[in-house]
């Protein structure tokens, strides 16, 4: 019997639409994975559920190290809050006792005082059990971040409260006697409630007035701001006022490009302040410009078409649109793409107005990236740019795949979906995953060369 043969090799991997993807290690499939994922939510092609069960399964085999710096990464630069959270209770889930491991993972990646009641929702979601001593560690050095202020304005009735919390890890007052009547009084649920737009308005405070004072006084916060359009609206609050607050806070402002376009959707009325503060935040200080012509494509493809999350009114195409938006913000020169069937540039508009146009380029429905690639080239856009970003969920037609990168500037692959298999990019692209200003950030700091190819 012959016994000498050869070892049989798994078939390549595809995506979804069934262009050869690329072989992943364990680490960067849940790097990828995760800086895409809204965690439970459902996609276009998987399921929320079969995501998070390959976050776990991938947990299981990646390096803790890896995953403890990955869980702070996804909440500190990429905004994430629930996926963190269950990164570090798949360190728990392994067994790991040590403070670098779990409780280090655990204090970094809270970073509001709820996330220490969702912590413990994550850990208790089978069942009730005893809290291990790194997680009792964490969440009380994770306490102690938080002030009086902080801790009135999420001591919230739920399944968890902040009380359980304190009562379950005891962190200590380090003998400050402010701290420790914090203490005291969060255990006898004696906190006085924090000046809130929430609590005021639970008090049945005339809203209008309420909004306005909150405004006036800087007290509503730009993420709160642009949650609340729509009530504002329809409290009536003068509509300067609301502009005023729109503009002033867009040159700091930490919100995602995308959160504009869900504001706009919820308050139109306010279209052209937010059309105006999503200009100023793409051009803000912090970011660099990107020299040269950049050449930005977009994927309008169908699979594009689904929303974040359940709740979200947002798409994955108009969040990567957004995100072109802050690139050609920061572009010295730049020309805007589209494709699906086709590949088609439109004249870039102003702010949201870009949105609508990509979104309106062409009939959304199949993923021919590199036959668009291809076509740019045969009109000899690619020799002429510095880069081409290319915004897209990977899931390309087969025989679409990226071609090998030849030309003169860079190539770069966003990628804004969470799917088990994307693109090769081993032939001179460059991959990023996705959807916040670090992926421009990225960009910059590659071009300067402080990464290794």
Known sequence: ???????????????????????????????????????????????????????????????????????????????????????????????????????????????????????????????????????????????????????????????????????????????????????????????????????????????????????????????????????????????????????????TSKALPFRFVAAAKAAPQWITYLSEAMEISAKRSDLGQLPGTTLLLIDVSGSMDAALSAKSTISRLEAAAALAVLARGVSASCRVLTFSYSCVEIEPGYGLKMIEQVVNSQQHGATYLGGSIKGMDAHGLLDLASRLIVVTDEQAQRGHELPKWTWPGRGYVINVAPYEHGLSTKDGWVKINGWSDRAIEFIQRYERGEFDD
Request: net charge positive; hydrophobic share 40%; aromatic share 8%.
């Open 1 to 251: 019997m012959r016994i000498n043969r050869p070892v049989p090799t798994a078939p390549a991997p595809r995506t979804h639409e069934g262009a050869r993807a690329a072989r992943s290690t364990p680490a960067r499939e849940l790097a990828r994975t995760v800086a895409t994922c809204l965690l439970w939510e459902n996609t276009f092609y998987e399921s929320g559920n079969a995501v998070a069960e390959r976050i776990a399964e991938l947990c299981k085999v990646v390096d803790p190290q890896l995953i403890g710096d990955l869980a702070i990464s996804a909440r500190t630069d990429l905004h994430l809050r629930h996926v963190p959270l269950f990164l570090a209770l798949q360190l728990v889930k392994r067994g790991l006792n040590s403070w670098y491991h779990v409780g280090r993972v655990i204090t970094e990646v809270i970073q509001r005082p709820d996330e220490m009641s969702e912590f413990l929702s994550l850990y208790w979601k089978d069942g009730k059990c005893p809290l291990a001593k790194q997680v009792k560690i964490g969440l009380a050095n994770a306490f102690k971040k938080f002030s009086l202020y902080q801790l009135s304005k999420w001591d919230r009735e739920s399944k968890v409260t902040l009380r359980d919390v304190m009562f379950l890890t005891h962190p200590k007052p380090c003998n400050d006697g402010e701290r420790a009547d914090l203490h005291t009084r969060l255990a006898n649920k004696s906190l006085e409630s924090a000046d809130t737009w929430e609590v005021a308005l639970s008090r049945g405070d005339n809203k209008k007035e309420t909004w306005e004072r909150l405004l006036s006084e800087r007290k509503l916060g730009y993420m709160a701001l642009l949650a609340n359009l729509r009530n504002m609206a329809e409290a009536k609050v003068d509509v300067r006022w609301v502009g005023d607050a729109i503009i002033s806070g867009a040159p």
